[in-house]
């Protein structure tokens, strides 16, 4: 897994033309293999959908015996705080450190949304705002 790797749940649709290999993460998510979130979003936008950076992002922090597990811990706590509204991510950060007989990696994913629609508000008919903030 690299830094702009790109998530997908388990529900998102794209379109019809874009088939690209995931690998399953766990239940709810799969992860673009070998296709970074800038390329993504090029292929996204040529097939006339919208792939929609949101400014809000996940932090979390995982621990393992291995770098493996502690970066698996950290990415599945971060992808299960994104709002279920939202049908991917992106891997914006990663940082692992090593101490005697553990690790611990620090992950950060930045909440994306690919649609047909170039609203949010098109999204499951929901307002892209709160009530209290409109």
């Known amino acids: 897994m690299n830094l702009h790797s790109v998530f997908l749940r388990s529900d998102c649709i794209l379109p019809d033309r874009l088939n690209p290999c995931l690998r399953p993460i766990d239940e709810k998510w799969s992860v ?12 996204i936008r040529r097939a006339g959908w919208h792939f929609m950076w949101l ?3 996940r932090s979390r922090t995982g621990v393992g015996l ?10 599945l706590r971060a992808l ?6 939202f049908n ?15 690790q611990v990696a620090n992950i ?5 949304q690919i649609q047909r629609h170039a609203s949010l508000s098109m999204l499951a008919g929901q307002h892209p705002l709160p009530a209290q903030a409109r």
């Open 32 to 43: 673009v293999e070998e296709i970074p979130a800038l390329v993504f979003d090029t292929m």
């Open 80 to 85: 299960r705080g994104i709002s279920k509204r």
């Open 108 to 112: 950060r994913v930045q909440t994306l």
């Open 55 to 57: 400014q809000d992002s």
């Open 66 to 75: 291995t770098e493996e597990a502690a970066i698996r811990r950290a990415l």
């Open 88 to 102: 991917a991510a992106e891997l914006d950060s990663l940082q692992v450190t090593e101490y005697p007989g553990f």
